[in-house]
């Protein structure tokens, strides 16, 4: 009889544990997901190595030559290219990669501290087991080994971004506003981030993010001269804007995680800015909804974590770009209380952390042990199901609900206890 009680007693017994250990569950399946990205992912994919980081540095040595900066595969505003004069004053490829990885993996590092003191900031507690775990899984996990792989600059946008929420708690709106204004300078599309600024109320931070940005960018005229900017306005964006219109119909083995695939599904021919345009028109109900209420430090970091998710599915980014998100990620794994709220975003977030391809599935599917009839049919669902929607961009709607329903919940909260 005790046996059998016993035996009963263990499904509940195995839900108190998942729910009580269901952030560090999340964060060790980033791991664990992580070291095997860092193994193979090099191997399969040796032009992925440095790409990134050999643009960074012929961007600096564009620079030092006097030369034009979008001759060599530069994509950002001119200014930035300053900022990687010490990659091209290292005088060899190799070694900038190298300086780019340290750069990469000490940014990382930065994002894990921020993300644990803006959980903290919150109202959570977190042990020993729950730090080392959340630097464990912000350094290793698929999307940050591929931005190291790449040696991208990433990881530093994101270290501004969580930076700069962390600023604007501290009550030093100048830095924060600098912080964000930073981040947007290098890729642009975080300038979204200004939104929240403005949704805080924030005036000082937002004073100081519209000074960096107009000053920086007006500071590089004289250095890099109109037509620079001039490429970068009609070239350059143009390009990036119309990446990824899916003009043959979307494409499962593409990476990017985007709402494009979407409407290039039930709309084909749109051109890249009309699928931004359609794209923000569907999120902005969502991040508004997420941004209802500003009153704790919870409230703030729902409503960031809604306009960095938003931002990472309305451009044509890939999943690797969701370490921008990290700061408001760890920090809400831990901040949210238990409810259906932190149960969506507990499963949007493993789905960020941990983002399938096809050929992941592959993987799995051609394994030995897996009947072939079986394997075909698995990978085979997969493809179809990936030409529509990446795991990635599941991940993101899931958090972008929780959010929303998070701030639901608080609006009805604060109104019964004003009632």
Known sequence: MQATRRLRSLPARGRRFVAAHASRLVLAAAVLAGIPTAAAFPTANPGQVALASDAYYAAGRAVLAGQPLYDVGFLYPPPVAVAFLPNALLGDATLAYAYQLLVGVLALAAVAVTGVRLAERAGASLDRTDRWLVGAAVLASPPSVVNLVNGQVNPALAAALGAGALALEADREWASGALFAGAALVKLFPALAGAWLLRQRAWRAVAAATAVGTGVLLAGLPLFGVDAYETFATTVLTGETNVATFPDGPDPSEPYATLRRQFAAVAPGLSGS??????????????????????????RLVGLHAVLTAMLVAFPLEPFYAVLSYPTLVGLLFALEAGTARRLFLAGALLTVVPLSVADVALVAEAPAVPAAVGDALLAAAETAFTYVRTATVGAALTLAACALQQHRRVGTRATAEY
Do not use: F
């Not at 345009?277 to 209802?292: C, D, F, K, M, Y």
């Open 274 to 299: 009309q699928l931004l345009a359609a794209s923000l028109t569907v999120l902005a109900p969502v991040v508004a909804a997420a941004n209802r209420v500003t009153a704790t430090v919870t409230d």
